[in-house]
């Protein structure tokens, strides 16, 4: 399984960016997927998830941020907007997947996309 992360990038403040993330591989069903970001010297920290009809956000992004999915191209996305200085960061997408043949859910991590807020 793969996950592959795209749309990161350069914004002024204020500017909005959209990422997506598509999985990949030998998928059986996915429980869950969100958005992590991580800064030089941080732990990665939740910025937002989606599970069933459910989501979940960071306080620091709540009425800024959306994330939505496609259940049909195994696909989640996350629109940043009104974005701020301080949501510099390599944001990852995770995912909860059963994989064909497994009754286990492993946790999948992408390789990061880096977003750049700065005037």
């Known amino acids: 399984v793969q996950l592959v992360e795209s749309g990161g990038g350069l914004v002024q403040p204020g500017g909005s960016l959209r990422l997506s993330c598509a999985a990949s591989g030998s998928i059986f069903s996915i429980n869950a997927m969100g958005w992590y970001r991580q800064t030089p010297g941080k732990e990665r920290a939740l910025v937002a998830a989606i599970r069933g009809g459910s989501t979940n956000y960071a306080d620091s992004v709540k009425g800024r941020f959306t994330i939505s999915k496609d259940n049909a191209k195994n696909a989640v996305f996350l629109q940043m907007n009104s974005l701020k200085l301080e949501d510099t960061a390599v944001y990852y997408c995770?995912?909860?997947?059963?994989?064909?043949?497994?009754?286990?859910?492993?946790?999948?991590w992408g390789q990061g996309t880096q977003v750049t807020v700065s005037s």
């Open positions: 995770n995912a909860d997947i059963r994989t064909h043949g497994s009754i286990l859910v492993v946790n999948f």
